[in-house]
């Protein structure tokens, strides 16, 4: 009798008998090897194993026509349960909005059109592009809060600097 060994989650295991493998439920994609072959390979390109894949037939079950009236149920409908959900990430649309104003116009519309993404990509069952917009949206403010500070304290300085030599123009411009 045969002895097979197949690869399961990325290990070695067997060797096991061709009963072996129907029991365990093999699929065709389950990489195999016995003696006398070359090299590893998918099942369903092994000749034997091949009883273990075939499907039989089965005949549909009989038509009735509908009766009219009232529904029968034989048995109350069943609802399949809602899958598990990952809460849903953080917007960070008021702070998209308050970075526009208040700092930076070019950065906080890119935060903005990420905000917006988060809701429509979670609702869609996206979960991982609304984590993604989500975190983009959170980028693009922290940048925008941080150039609009740079650009502030810029403008500050330039400001003072000029404002000292106007003063300083001024005072020589009146001693002449």
């Known amino acids: 009798m045969k002895q097979y060994y197949i690869i399961r989650n990325e290990q070695q295991a067997g060797p ?22 070359a090299d590893w390979t ?25 009766s009219y009236g ?8 069943q609802y399949s349960t809602p899958t598990e959900q990952p809460p849903m990430p953080q917007t960070y649309l008021a702070w998209s909005i308050a ?17 917006s993404q988060v809701s429509s990509r979670y609702i869609a069952g996206d979960y991982e592009g609304a ?3 989500s975190r983009q949206a959170r ?17 500050t300085i330039w400001m003072l600097f000029f404002a000292t030599s106007m003063a300083a123009f ?5 001693g002449i």
């Open 99 to 115: 970075v526009t104003i208040l700092c930076c116009l070019v950065g906080g519309i890119v935060a903005i059109v990420y905000s």
């Open 16 to 37: 096991y008998s061709l009963e072996e493998l129907a029991a365990m439920g093999i699929t065709p994609d389950t990489i195999v090897w016995t003696e006398g072959m």
């Open 139 to 155: 980028i693009w403010i922290i940048v925008s809060a941080c150039v609009g500070l740079l650009v502030g304290i810029v403008y």
């Open 170 to 174: 001024s005072e020589g411009m009146s």
């Open 70 to 77: 009232a529904p029968q149920y034989s048995r109350p409908p």
């Open 131 to 133: 984590e993604y917009a």
């Open 42 to 66: 998918p099942a369903r390109q092994v000749s034997e194993l091949a009883s273990l894949f075939t499907t039989t037939a089965q005949t549909p079950p009989s038509y009735s026509a509908p």
